[in-house]
């Protein structure tokens, strides 16, 4: 059975710092794709952050020079280092995994809270 374990979620300032850990588990076969989501209230899920298994990575826009994400593939594990949040950071983060293309495998964490308010 497959399993992504998200942790690291919570409550902190504006300015502040969270890590966001997420492990997969179950998975048979190469984990080639790895991500970040999230979703804010009343809005569409997006792309947060993503790095590949050769270490490719890819940040949105609104998160470059903030956010860094990282993987310990030994682990099937991926990290967000998220720093300088701000309150629009705010969402429900979802970690998610894809094998290669050919496969068409795709599973989600159940997602972790992220506010940031004062």
């Known amino acids: 059975q497959v399993q992504l374990v998200e942790s690291g979620g919570g409550l902190v300032q504006p300015g502040g710092s969270l890590r966001l850990s997420c492990t997969a588990s179950g998975i048979s076969g190469t984990i080639y794709f790895m991500g970040w989501y999230r979703q804010a209230p009343g809005k569409q899920r997006e792309l947060v952050a993503s790095i590949t298994s050769s270490g490719v990575t890819n940040y949105a826009d609104s998160v470059k020079g903030r956010f860094t994400i990282s993987r310990e593939n030994a682990k099937n594990t991926v990290y967000l280092q998220m720093d300088s949040l701000k309150p629009e950071d705010t969402a429900v983060y979802y970690c998610?995994?894809?094998?290669?293309?050919?496969?068409?495998?795709?599973?989600w964490g159940q997602g972790t809270q992220v506010t940031v308010a004062s």
């Open positions: 998610n995994e894809q094998g290669p293309r050919i496969t068409g495998r795709s599973n």
